[in-house]
Protein backbone atom coordinates (compact mmCIF):
# COMPACT_ATOMS: atom_id res chain seq x y z
CA UNK A 1 0.00 0.00 0.00
CA UNK A 2 2.01 3.49 -1.10
CA UNK A 3 1.63 5.60 1.91
CA UNK A 4 -0.15 8.90 1.51
CA UNK A 5 2.43 11.50 0.41
CA UNK A 6 1.77 14.78 -0.41
CA UNK A 7 3.25 14.91 -3.62
CA UNK A 8 5.08 13.60 -6.09
CA UNK A 9 8.35 15.07 -5.35
CA UNK A 10 7.85 12.76 -1.83
CA UNK A 11 7.05 9.71 -3.72
CA UNK A 12 10.45 9.83 -5.35
CA UNK A 13 11.99 10.32 -2.51
CA UNK A 14 10.50 7.65 -0.35
CA UNK A 15 11.27 5.04 -3.41
CA UNK A 16 15.03 6.25 -3.70
CA UNK A 17 15.38 5.73 -0.08
CA UNK A 18 13.15 2.42 0.67
CA UNK A 19 15.00 0.85 -2.94
CA UNK A 20 17.60 2.63 -4.54
CA UNK A 21 18.71 0.15 -6.90
CA UNK A 22 15.69 -1.39 -7.81
CA UNK A 23 15.18 -0.87 -11.86
CA UNK A 24 12.54 1.83 -12.41
CA UNK A 25 12.55 2.39 -15.94
CA UNK A 26 13.94 0.37 -19.01
CA UNK A 27 13.83 1.66 -22.61
CA UNK A 28 13.77 -0.36 -25.67
CA UNK A 29 15.18 0.73 -28.90
CA UNK A 30 13.89 -0.05 -32.29
CA UNK A 31 15.40 -3.12 -32.46
CA UNK A 32 13.60 -4.24 -28.73
CA UNK A 33 17.29 -3.78 -27.03
CA UNK A 34 17.64 -2.08 -23.80
CA UNK A 35 18.87 1.49 -24.36
CA UNK A 36 18.99 2.54 -21.63
CA UNK A 37 17.95 2.02 -17.76
CA UNK A 38 17.44 4.07 -14.27
CA UNK A 39 17.39 3.22 -11.11
CA UNK A 40 14.80 4.79 -8.43
CA UNK A 41 18.24 6.26 -6.84
CA UNK A 42 19.48 7.46 -10.38
CA UNK A 43 16.15 8.92 -11.58
CA UNK A 44 16.69 10.55 -8.08
CA UNK A 45 19.97 12.19 -8.65
CA UNK A 46 18.91 12.95 -12.34
CA UNK A 47 16.01 14.48 -11.07
CA UNK A 48 18.02 16.53 -8.47
CA UNK A 49 19.91 18.25 -10.71
CA UNK A 50 17.83 19.62 -13.27
CA UNK A 51 15.97 20.75 -10.63
CA UNK A 52 19.27 22.74 -8.71
CA UNK A 53 19.83 24.13 -12.60
CA UNK A 54 16.53 25.58 -12.80
CA UNK A 55 16.39 26.84 -9.00
CA UNK A 56 19.59 28.37 -9.34
CA UNK A 57 18.00 30.53 -12.20
CA UNK A 58 15.07 31.50 -10.09
CA UNK A 59 12.82 29.08 -12.10
CA UNK A 60 9.58 28.04 -9.20
CA UNK A 61 6.64 28.95 -10.31
CA UNK A 62 7.80 29.46 -13.71
CA UNK A 63 6.07 26.90 -16.93
CA UNK A 64 9.00 24.69 -18.84
CA UNK A 65 7.75 23.97 -21.99
CA UNK A 66 10.10 19.54 -22.50
CA UNK A 67 10.86 18.75 -25.88
CA UNK A 68 12.21 15.42 -26.02
CA UNK A 69 12.28 12.28 -28.38
CA UNK A 70 11.28 9.22 -26.87
CA UNK A 71 13.14 7.91 -23.80
CA UNK A 72 14.21 8.38 -20.14
CA UNK A 73 15.26 11.84 -20.40
CA UNK A 74 11.80 12.80 -20.77
CA UNK A 75 10.70 11.16 -17.32
CA UNK A 76 14.00 12.59 -15.03
CA UNK A 77 13.01 16.58 -17.04
CA UNK A 78 9.29 16.01 -15.89
CA UNK A 79 10.64 14.93 -11.90
CA UNK A 80 13.25 17.17 -12.47
CA UNK A 81 10.47 20.53 -13.01
CA UNK A 82 8.45 18.89 -10.02
CA UNK A 83 11.15 18.78 -7.59
CA UNK A 84 11.69 22.60 -8.46
CA UNK A 85 8.50 23.98 -8.30
CA UNK A 86 8.33 24.15 -11.95
CA UNK A 87 5.26 23.73 -14.51
CA UNK A 88 6.55 21.29 -16.99
CA UNK A 89 4.79 21.68 -20.37
CA UNK A 90 5.26 17.99 -22.10
CA UNK A 91 5.02 18.52 -25.52
CA UNK A 92 6.29 17.13 -28.95
CA UNK A 93 9.54 18.09 -30.48
CA UNK A 94 8.31 19.56 -34.29
CA UNK A 95 9.58 17.30 -36.98
CA UNK A 96 8.17 18.98 -39.92
CA UNK A 97 6.51 22.75 -40.62
CA UNK A 98 3.05 20.88 -40.13
CA UNK A 99 3.66 19.52 -36.52
CA UNK A 100 4.51 23.29 -35.66
CA UNK A 101 1.03 25.46 -35.75
CA UNK A 102 0.40 22.89 -32.60
CA UNK A 103 3.67 23.75 -30.59
CA UNK A 104 3.14 27.46 -31.47
CA UNK A 105 0.11 27.39 -29.74
CA UNK A 106 1.15 25.48 -27.57
CA UNK A 107 4.43 28.00 -26.09
CA UNK A 108 1.86 31.11 -26.99
CA UNK A 109 -0.49 29.96 -24.26
CA UNK A 110 1.39 28.38 -21.76
CA UNK A 111 4.37 31.31 -21.94
CA UNK A 112 6.90 29.34 -20.37
CA UNK A 113 10.14 30.89 -19.68
CA UNK A 114 12.58 27.72 -20.30
CA UNK A 115 12.48 24.99 -22.29
CA UNK A 116 13.91 21.70 -21.45
CA UNK A 117 15.52 19.39 -24.01
CA UNK A 118 18.22 17.02 -25.29
CA UNK A 119 21.59 18.11 -27.16
CA UNK A 120 20.93 16.41 -29.87
CA UNK A 121 17.79 18.34 -30.71
CA UNK A 122 19.44 22.00 -29.69
CA UNK A 123 20.28 22.83 -33.14
CA UNK A 124 17.00 22.35 -34.67
CA UNK A 125 15.45 23.77 -31.67
CA UNK A 126 17.30 27.01 -32.01
CA UNK A 127 16.67 27.80 -35.91
CA UNK A 128 13.02 28.16 -34.45
CA UNK A 129 14.35 30.66 -32.20
CA UNK A 130 14.16 34.33 -32.45
CA UNK A 131 15.36 35.87 -35.89
CA UNK A 132 14.49 32.54 -37.82
CA UNK A 133 13.57 32.99 -41.27
CA UNK A 134 10.32 30.49 -41.17
CA UNK A 135 9.50 30.41 -37.46
CA UNK A 136 9.97 32.08 -34.23
CA UNK A 137 8.69 29.49 -31.97
CA UNK A 138 10.42 29.93 -29.02
CA UNK A 139 10.71 33.62 -28.40
CA UNK A 140 12.70 34.86 -24.95
CA UNK A 141 12.67 31.41 -23.84
CA UNK A 142 15.75 29.64 -22.00
CA UNK A 143 16.90 26.76 -23.99
CA UNK A 144 18.43 23.69 -21.45
CA UNK A 145 19.89 20.50 -22.94
CA UNK A 146 19.16 18.69 -19.34
CA UNK A 147 21.40 15.42 -20.92
CA UNK A 148 24.83 17.42 -20.07
CA UNK A 149 24.02 18.76 -16.72
CA UNK A 150 26.73 17.94 -14.39
CA UNK A 151 25.06 16.09 -12.18
CA UNK A 152 27.74 17.06 -9.17
CA UNK A 153 24.76 19.74 -8.92
CA UNK A 154 22.57 17.63 -7.18
CA UNK A 155 24.09 18.24 -4.17
CA UNK A 156 22.82 21.76 -4.36
CA UNK A 157 19.39 20.73 -4.80
CA UNK A 158 16.89 22.53 -2.12
CA UNK A 159 13.16 21.00 -1.39
CA UNK A 160 11.06 22.96 -3.49
CA UNK A 161 8.14 24.96 -1.50
CA UNK A 162 5.18 23.01 -2.95
CA UNK A 163 2.05 21.23 -1.59
CA UNK A 164 -0.97 18.95 -2.86
CA UNK A 165 -2.03 21.92 -4.00
CA UNK A 166 0.59 22.99 -6.24
CA UNK A 167 0.13 22.87 -9.85
CA UNK A 168 2.61 19.73 -11.12
CA UNK A 169 2.31 19.98 -14.85
CA UNK A 170 -0.17 21.72 -17.63
CA UNK A 171 -1.62 18.92 -19.54
CA UNK A 172 -2.85 20.36 -23.52
CA UNK A 173 -5.54 18.43 -24.91
CA UNK A 174 -5.18 17.36 -28.78
CA UNK A 175 -6.42 20.76 -30.50
CA UNK A 176 -7.96 18.58 -33.04
CA UNK A 177 -11.48 20.57 -32.81
CA UNK A 178 -10.39 23.80 -31.37
CA UNK A 179 -7.44 25.74 -30.37
CA UNK A 180 -5.47 23.04 -27.62
CA UNK A 181 -5.93 24.28 -23.70
CA UNK A 182 -3.73 23.47 -20.98
CA UNK A 183 -5.19 21.59 -18.11
CA UNK A 184 -4.30 22.78 -14.84
CA UNK A 185 -2.92 19.00 -12.94
CA UNK A 186 -2.48 19.62 -8.96
CA UNK A 187 -0.33 17.01 -7.38
CA UNK A 188 -3.39 16.08 -5.16
CA UNK A 189 -4.95 15.63 -8.62
CA UNK A 190 -2.36 13.24 -9.63
CA UNK A 191 -2.25 11.16 -6.18
CA UNK A 192 -5.78 10.85 -6.54
CA UNK A 193 -5.79 9.55 -9.86
CA UNK A 194 -3.06 7.26 -9.58
CA UNK A 195 -4.26 5.67 -6.11
CA UNK A 196 -7.63 5.41 -8.13
CA UNK A 197 -5.98 3.13 -10.95
CA UNK A 198 -4.20 1.53 -8.20
CA UNK A 199 -7.08 0.31 -7.06
CA UNK A 200 -8.96 -0.60 -10.54
CA UNK A 201 -6.25 -2.56 -11.83
CA UNK A 202 -5.46 -4.25 -8.65
CA UNK A 203 -1.61 -3.15 -9.00
CA UNK A 204 1.50 -3.23 -6.32
CA UNK A 205 5.36 -2.92 -6.57
CA UNK A 206 5.17 -6.25 -7.82
CA UNK A 207 3.64 -5.47 -11.26
CA UNK A 208 4.91 -4.64 -14.59
CA UNK A 209 4.04 -2.20 -16.84
CA UNK A 210 4.94 -1.91 -20.63
CA UNK A 211 4.50 0.97 -22.70
CA UNK A 212 5.22 2.30 -25.89
CA UNK A 213 1.99 5.34 -25.52
CA UNK A 214 3.79 9.19 -26.06
CA UNK A 215 5.37 10.64 -22.78
CA UNK A 216 3.75 13.87 -23.52
CA UNK A 217 0.69 11.85 -23.95
CA UNK A 218 -2.02 11.96 -20.49
CA UNK A 219 -3.14 8.14 -20.73
CA UNK A 220 1.72 7.64 -21.47
CA UNK A 221 2.68 10.24 -18.37
CA UNK A 222 0.42 9.55 -16.17
CA UNK A 223 -0.24 5.63 -16.91
CA UNK A 224 3.24 4.00 -17.97
CA UNK A 225 5.31 6.69 -16.16
CA UNK A 226 4.15 7.51 -13.06
CA UNK A 227 1.96 4.76 -12.72
CA UNK A 228 5.00 2.69 -11.74
CA UNK A 229 6.67 5.37 -9.94
CA UNK A 230 3.64 5.18 -7.34
CA UNK A 231 3.67 1.37 -6.87
CA UNK A 232 7.67 1.41 -6.42
CA UNK A 233 7.06 -1.03 -9.74
CA UNK A 234 8.92 -1.65 -13.15
CA UNK A 235 8.32 0.26 -16.34
CA UNK A 236 9.61 -1.22 -19.68
CA UNK A 237 9.11 1.99 -21.96
CA UNK A 238 9.32 1.95 -26.11
CA UNK A 239 8.94 4.21 -28.95
CA UNK A 240 5.46 4.69 -30.31
CA UNK A 241 7.18 4.89 -33.45
CA UNK A 242 9.03 1.43 -33.32
CA UNK A 243 5.08 -0.15 -32.37
CA UNK A 244 3.95 0.99 -35.09
CA UNK A 245 6.24 0.21 -38.09
CA UNK A 246 6.16 -3.27 -36.15
CA UNK A 247 3.21 -3.98 -33.46
CA UNK A 248 5.24 -7.22 -32.54
CA UNK A 249 7.58 -5.34 -30.58
CA UNK A 250 5.00 -4.25 -28.28
CA UNK A 251 3.64 -7.81 -27.36
CA UNK A 252 7.64 -8.97 -27.71
CA UNK A 253 8.33 -6.84 -24.69
CA UNK A 254 5.26 -8.06 -22.80
CA UNK A 255 6.55 -11.43 -23.25
CA UNK A 256 10.11 -11.31 -22.62
CA UNK A 257 9.42 -8.96 -19.67
CA UNK A 258 6.38 -10.87 -18.48
CA UNK A 259 4.37 -7.64 -17.98
CA UNK A 260 1.40 -7.51 -16.04
CA UNK A 261 -0.40 -4.68 -17.55
CA UNK A 262 -0.39 -2.40 -20.59
CA UNK A 263 -2.40 -1.29 -23.08
CA UNK A 264 -3.71 1.52 -25.18
CA UNK A 265 -6.42 2.70 -27.61
CA UNK A 266 -8.55 0.32 -29.68
CA UNK A 267 -6.04 0.54 -32.85
CA UNK A 268 -3.36 -0.77 -31.22
CA UNK A 269 -4.80 -4.42 -30.78
CA UNK A 270 -6.39 -4.21 -34.10
CA UNK A 271 -2.70 -3.40 -35.61
CA UNK A 272 -1.44 -6.55 -33.85
CA UNK A 273 -4.86 -8.54 -34.75
CA UNK A 274 -3.79 -7.92 -38.93
CA UNK A 275 -0.32 -7.55 -39.12
CA UNK A 276 1.69 -10.11 -36.14
CA UNK A 277 2.06 -13.19 -38.37
CA UNK A 278 1.83 -17.04 -37.13
CA UNK A 279 5.54 -17.05 -36.89
CA UNK A 280 5.77 -14.20 -35.16
CA UNK A 281 2.70 -15.36 -32.75
CA UNK A 282 4.27 -18.38 -31.77
CA UNK A 283 6.97 -16.70 -29.94
CA UNK A 284 5.14 -15.00 -27.82
CA UNK A 285 3.70 -16.07 -24.43
CA UNK A 286 1.25 -13.29 -22.88
CA UNK A 287 0.22 -15.64 -20.07
CA UNK A 288 1.31 -13.01 -17.69
CA UNK A 289 -0.36 -9.92 -18.65
CA UNK A 290 -3.19 -9.46 -16.12
CA UNK A 291 -4.94 -6.06 -17.21
CA UNK A 292 -5.12 -5.24 -20.90
CA UNK A 293 -6.47 -1.87 -20.59
CA UNK A 294 -8.34 -0.76 -23.81
CA UNK A 295 -9.17 3.57 -23.92
CA UNK A 296 -8.80 6.90 -25.57
CA UNK A 297 -11.43 6.16 -28.29
CA UNK A 298 -14.28 3.51 -28.63
CA UNK A 299 -13.55 0.72 -27.77
CA UNK A 300 -15.07 -2.16 -30.07
CA UNK A 301 -16.00 -5.66 -29.45
CA UNK A 302 -14.78 -6.82 -32.44
CA UNK A 303 -11.52 -5.82 -31.55
CA UNK A 304 -11.79 -7.65 -28.21
CA UNK A 305 -13.00 -10.92 -29.81
CA UNK A 306 -10.41 -11.11 -32.89
CA UNK A 307 -7.43 -10.29 -30.69
CA UNK A 308 -8.33 -12.72 -27.63
CA UNK A 309 -9.03 -15.44 -30.53
CA UNK A 310 -5.41 -14.78 -32.50
CA UNK A 311 -3.56 -14.67 -29.29
CA UNK A 312 -5.65 -16.78 -27.34
CA UNK A 313 -3.02 -19.93 -27.69
CA UNK A 314 -0.37 -17.28 -27.22
CA UNK A 315 -1.44 -17.39 -23.54
CA UNK A 316 -3.68 -14.09 -23.56
CA UNK A 317 -7.17 -14.40 -21.80
CA UNK A 318 -10.04 -12.55 -22.37
CA UNK A 319 -10.30 -11.69 -18.51
CA UNK A 320 -7.38 -9.79 -18.89
CA UNK A 321 -9.07 -6.99 -20.94
CA UNK A 322 -10.02 -3.78 -19.05
CA UNK A 323 -11.95 -1.06 -21.12
CA UNK A 324 -11.70 2.10 -19.82
CA UNK A 325 -12.99 5.97 -19.81
CA UNK A 326 -10.88 9.18 -19.09
CA UNK A 327 -10.31 12.77 -19.99
CA UNK A 328 -7.70 15.32 -19.44
CA UNK A 329 -9.88 17.26 -17.35
CA UNK A 330 -10.23 14.88 -14.81
CA UNK A 331 -6.54 14.14 -14.59
CA UNK A 332 -6.89 10.95 -16.98
CA UNK A 333 -8.73 7.88 -15.44
CA UNK A 334 -12.49 8.27 -14.46
CA UNK A 335 -14.38 4.60 -15.04
CA UNK A 336 -13.26 1.18 -14.84
CA UNK A 337 -15.05 -2.34 -13.96
CA UNK A 338 -13.74 -3.59 -10.98
CA UNK A 339 -10.95 -6.62 -11.17
CA UNK A 340 -12.37 -10.19 -10.82
CA UNK A 341 -15.26 -9.37 -12.82
CA UNK A 342 -15.18 -11.77 -16.38
CA UNK A 343 -15.08 -10.07 -19.75
CA UNK A 344 -16.33 -7.15 -20.21
CA UNK A 345 -20.57 -6.44 -20.35
CA UNK A 346 -21.53 -6.06 -24.58
CA UNK A 347 -24.80 -5.29 -25.44
CA UNK A 348 -26.41 -4.86 -28.85
CA UNK A 349 -28.80 -2.04 -28.55
CA UNK A 350 -31.36 -0.51 -31.29
CA UNK A 351 -29.15 1.39 -34.14
CA UNK A 352 -32.22 3.75 -34.70
CA UNK A 353 -33.14 4.78 -31.20
CA UNK A 354 -29.31 5.79 -30.25
CA UNK A 355 -29.48 7.97 -33.23
CA UNK A 356 -32.33 9.47 -31.13
CA UNK A 357 -30.97 9.68 -27.72
CA UNK A 358 -32.23 6.41 -26.30
CA UNK A 359 -29.93 3.18 -25.43
CA UNK A 360 -32.76 0.18 -25.89
CA UNK A 361 -32.25 -3.54 -26.56
CA UNK A 362 -32.25 -4.50 -30.56
CA UNK A 363 -35.05 -6.61 -31.44
CA UNK A 364 -34.37 -9.86 -33.47
CA UNK A 365 -33.77 -8.74 -37.28
CA UNK A 366 -33.41 -5.02 -36.34
CA UNK A 367 -30.35 -3.18 -37.10
CA UNK A 368 -28.28 -2.88 -34.08
CA UNK A 369 -24.75 -1.27 -33.09
CA UNK A 370 -22.86 -3.04 -30.40
CA UNK A 371 -21.41 -1.64 -27.48
CA UNK A 372 -19.06 -2.16 -24.74
CA UNK A 373 -19.18 -1.17 -20.67
CA UNK A 374 -16.45 0.89 -19.30
CA UNK A 375 -17.33 -0.39 -15.56
CA UNK A 376 -17.86 2.49 -12.75
CA UNK A 377 -16.42 5.65 -11.16
CA UNK A 378 -13.74 5.01 -7.96
CA UNK A 379 -12.31 6.45 -5.07
CA UNK A 380 -14.81 8.86 -4.23
CA UNK A 381 -16.06 9.84 -7.90
CA UNK A 382 -18.95 10.62 -8.74
CA UNK A 383 -20.41 10.51 -12.16
CA UNK A 384 -23.64 11.54 -13.63
CA UNK A 385 -25.16 11.42 -17.14
CA UNK A 386 -26.84 14.65 -17.77
CA UNK A 387 -28.64 16.71 -19.98
CA UNK A 388 -26.53 20.04 -20.56
CA UNK A 389 -29.46 22.72 -20.90
CA UNK A 390 -31.60 21.92 -18.74
CA UNK A 391 -29.07 20.11 -16.05
CA UNK A 392 -31.04 17.98 -15.42
CA UNK A 393 -30.15 13.68 -15.07
CA UNK A 394 -31.18 12.28 -17.85
CA UNK A 395 -33.54 8.77 -17.30
CA UNK A 396 -32.64 5.15 -17.45
CA UNK A 397 -31.33 4.37 -21.11
CA UNK A 398 -30.78 8.17 -22.07
CA UNK A 399 -28.10 9.42 -23.73
CA UNK A 400 -26.38 13.02 -22.24
CA UNK A 401 -23.41 14.40 -21.32
CA UNK A 402 -20.94 12.93 -18.97
CA UNK A 403 -20.43 14.96 -15.10
CA UNK A 404 -17.33 14.11 -13.31
CA UNK A 405 -17.00 15.67 -9.57
CA UNK A 406 -14.03 14.33 -7.39
CA UNK A 407 -10.68 15.11 -6.16
CA UNK A 408 -9.49 13.70 -9.88
CA UNK A 409 -11.01 16.94 -11.67
CA UNK A 410 -8.35 19.15 -12.29
CA UNK A 411 -8.68 22.83 -11.64
CA UNK A 412 -9.74 24.66 -15.12
CA UNK A 413 -7.73 25.50 -18.23
CA UNK A 414 -4.41 27.58 -18.12
CA UNK A 415 -5.26 31.01 -18.57
CA UNK A 416 -9.04 30.93 -19.89
CA UNK A 417 -11.43 31.97 -17.33
CA UNK A 418 -14.55 31.51 -20.05
CA UNK A 419 -14.04 27.71 -21.09
CA UNK A 420 -12.94 27.22 -17.41
CA UNK A 421 -16.60 28.58 -16.04
CA UNK A 422 -18.40 26.78 -18.75
CA UNK A 423 -16.50 22.99 -18.72
CA UNK A 424 -15.49 22.99 -14.97
CA UNK A 425 -18.60 25.18 -13.45
CA UNK A 426 -21.23 22.55 -14.08
CA UNK A 427 -24.06 22.10 -11.46
CA UNK A 428 -27.11 19.78 -11.27
CA UNK A 429 -30.84 21.45 -11.27
CA UNK A 430 -32.55 21.54 -8.08
CA UNK A 431 -34.02 18.49 -6.97
CA UNK A 432 -37.45 20.43 -6.96
CA UNK A 433 -37.05 20.99 -10.78
CA UNK A 434 -35.88 17.26 -11.12
CA UNK A 435 -38.30 15.40 -9.44
CA UNK A 436 -37.93 12.18 -7.75
CA UNK A 437 -34.54 10.12 -8.39
CA UNK A 438 -35.06 6.50 -7.97
CA UNK A 439 -32.12 4.11 -7.83
CA UNK A 440 -32.13 0.29 -7.87
CA UNK A 441 -29.91 -2.67 -8.08
CA UNK A 442 -30.07 -4.55 -11.27
CA UNK A 443 -29.53 -8.18 -11.34
CA UNK A 444 -26.18 -9.93 -13.07
CA UNK A 445 -28.09 -11.96 -15.25
CA UNK A 446 -28.55 -9.27 -17.86
CA UNK A 447 -31.56 -8.38 -20.14
CA UNK A 448 -33.34 -12.07 -19.51
CA UNK A 449 -32.78 -12.23 -15.80
CA UNK A 450 -33.99 -8.61 -15.21
CA UNK A 451 -37.12 -9.15 -17.33
CA UNK A 452 -37.82 -12.53 -15.30
CA UNK A 453 -37.33 -10.64 -11.69
CA UNK A 454 -39.16 -7.81 -12.48
CA UNK A 455 -42.33 -9.86 -12.41
CA UNK A 456 -41.83 -10.84 -8.73
CA UNK A 457 -42.88 -7.26 -7.96
CA UNK A 458 -40.91 -4.19 -7.28
CA UNK A 459 -41.03 -5.03 -3.33
CA UNK A 460 -38.78 -8.01 -3.84
CA UNK A 461 -35.98 -5.26 -4.82
CA UNK A 462 -34.38 -4.15 -2.03
CA UNK A 463 -31.84 -1.02 -1.27
CA UNK A 464 -34.54 1.57 -2.92
CA UNK A 465 -33.61 5.10 -2.68
CA UNK A 466 -35.64 8.20 -2.83
CA UNK A 467 -34.52 11.61 -3.22
CA UNK A 468 -37.55 14.00 -1.86
CA UNK A 469 -38.49 16.75 -4.75
CA UNK A 470 -38.21 19.88 -2.17
CA UNK A 471 -35.83 20.90 0.09
CA UNK A 472 -32.64 19.73 -2.28
CA UNK A 473 -30.23 22.20 -3.31
CA UNK A 474 -28.06 20.98 -6.41
CA UNK A 475 -25.11 20.30 -4.28
CA UNK A 476 -26.97 17.75 -1.65
CA UNK A 477 -28.42 15.98 -5.06
CA UNK A 478 -24.79 15.59 -6.05
CA UNK A 479 -24.16 14.12 -2.90
CA UNK A 480 -26.95 12.17 -2.54
CA UNK A 481 -26.01 10.58 -6.19
CA UNK A 482 -22.45 9.65 -4.73
CA UNK A 483 -24.23 7.86 -1.95
CA UNK A 484 -26.61 5.90 -3.72
CA UNK A 485 -24.18 4.15 -5.71
CA UNK A 486 -22.36 3.69 -9.09
CA UNK A 487 -24.85 5.30 -11.32
CA UNK A 488 -25.55 3.90 -14.87
CA UNK A 489 -22.16 2.38 -15.07
CA UNK A 490 -23.70 -1.68 -14.77
CA UNK A 491 -25.11 -1.61 -11.03
CA UNK A 492 -27.57 0.47 -10.49
CA UNK A 493 -30.31 1.84 -12.54
CA UNK A 494 -31.63 5.41 -12.41
CA UNK A 495 -34.59 7.48 -13.43
CA UNK A 496 -36.49 10.70 -12.24
CA UNK A 497 -39.76 11.38 -11.99
CA UNK A 498 -42.86 13.63 -10.41
CA UNK A 499 -44.63 9.84 -9.80
CA UNK A 500 -44.74 8.05 -7.03
CA UNK A 501 -42.33 5.59 -6.48
CA UNK A 502 -44.53 2.52 -6.98
CA UNK A 503 -45.82 4.33 -10.33
CA UNK A 504 -42.06 3.92 -12.11
CA UNK A 505 -43.28 2.04 -14.61
CA UNK A 506 -40.19 2.50 -16.75
CA UNK A 507 -38.14 0.92 -14.01
CA UNK A 508 -40.24 -1.86 -13.96
CA UNK A 509 -39.82 -2.46 -17.66
CA UNK A 510 -36.70 -2.03 -18.67
CA UNK A 511 -33.68 -3.94 -18.85
CA UNK A 512 -30.21 -3.65 -17.17
CA UNK A 513 -29.08 -0.61 -17.60
CA UNK A 514 -25.67 -0.30 -20.39
CA UNK A 515 -22.68 1.38 -19.08
CA UNK A 516 -21.32 4.94 -19.86
CA UNK A 517 -19.43 4.78 -22.78
CA UNK A 518 -22.76 2.93 -24.08
CA UNK A 519 -24.90 5.97 -23.10
CA UNK A 520 -22.57 8.69 -24.02
CA UNK A 521 -21.74 8.06 -27.94
CA UNK A 522 -24.31 7.74 -30.93
CA UNK A 523 -22.95 8.40 -34.32
CA UNK A 524 -24.42 11.92 -34.46
CA UNK A 525 -26.04 13.46 -31.43
CA UNK A 526 -23.34 12.47 -28.32
CA UNK A 527 -20.58 14.18 -27.24
CA UNK A 528 -17.11 12.68 -28.30
CA UNK A 529 -14.93 11.09 -25.72
CA UNK A 530 -12.57 13.80 -24.41
CA UNK A 531 -15.65 16.73 -24.91
CA UNK A 532 -17.64 15.41 -21.64
CA UNK A 533 -18.66 18.27 -19.15
CA UNK A 534 -16.58 18.08 -15.95
CA UNK A 535 -18.13 19.49 -12.44
CA UNK A 536 -15.84 19.72 -9.88
Given at each position: ?101 RLKAVAADAQPR ?146 TTSGGPNFAYEL ?179 RKRRRQGLRELT ?74
Open positions: MTPALPTFVEVLRARAAESPEALAYTFLDAAGEEAATLTFADLDRRARTIAAHLQAQGAAGERALLLYPPGLEFVAAFLGCLYSGVVAVPAYPPRSARTLPFALTESTLLPRLRAMGPGAAAFDVFGAMTLVATDVLDEAAADAWRQPAVTASSLAFLQYTSGSTAAPKGVMVSHRNLLHNEEMIRRAFGQSARSVVVGWLPLYHDMGLIGCVLQPLYLGARAVLMSPVAFLERPARWLQAISRYRACASRIDDEERSRLDLASWEVAFNGAEPVRAETLERFARRFGPAGFRADAWYPCYGLAEATLFVAGPPRGSTEPPIASVAAAALEQGRAVPAAAGEAARTLVGCGTPWLGQEVAIVEPESRRPKGAFEVGEIWVRGPSVAGGYWRRPEETARDFGGRLAPAAETGRLAVLPCCDQGWQGWDVHEIPPSGQDSGSLANAWGRMGRLLFGSVMVAASHQPLQQFDVLRRTSEPLPVRAVLCPSRRGLRQGECRVSR
